[in-house]
């Protein structure tokens, strides 16, 4: 899997940030589909770089988005950082039993038309780490 990747249009299909239109308002509110660990997969992090446009409401877009993500099959944690430096600077930070779950989840945000709003908060794309966990 690569470690790091910039997303752009519909082709971050690995990025596991939930975005919540008004037309999929109803499904996002719903816990996403379940989805198993494979046997002999190892917990992942995911690190998200993003740039807003306009911070005041990315954040408080991620405030009433994020609680979705943390309910999704597989997720261990989605914390939400902002530099307080850089206003415009945030860092998403999951964990996930697997990558398997992680792009599960991301496939059901991308069927909802999540995916596509995220680009409307940023000011460029996404960048996405993925790191596996070895030692364990």
């Known amino acids: 899997m690569n470690r790091r990747a910039v997303f752009m249009g519909a082709g971050f299909a690995t ?6 239109s008004s037309a999929a308002h109803a499904q996002a509110t719903e816990k996403p589909p379940a989805a198993a660990a494979p046997a002999g997969s190892h917990p992942v992090t995911v690190v998200l770089r993003l740039s807003a446009k306009d911070p005041a409401a990315f954040k408080a877009h991620l405030m009433k988005t994020v609680p979705v993500t ?9 914390h939400s950082f902002q530099d307080p430096q ?3 600077e945030f860092i998403l930070i999951q964990g996930w039993d ?3 779950q992680q792009q599960a989840y991301v496939a059901w945000r991308k069927q909802t038309g999540d995916l596509k ?3 409307d908060f940023l000011a460029k794309p996404p960048i996405v ?3 596996e966990l070895f030692d364990a």
């Not at 990025?15 to 919540?20: E, F, K, N, S």
């Not at 943390?70 to 261990?76: D, F, H, N, P, T």
């Open 86 to 88: 850089n206003p415009t």
């Open 98 to 100: 697997s990558a398997a």
């Open 70 to 78: 943390r309910v999704a099959s597989g997720c261990r944690y989605s």
């Open 129 to 131: 780490e993925t790191f």
């Open 117 to 119: 709003l995220l680009m």
């Open 15 to 20: 990025l596991g940030l939930v975005a919540v």
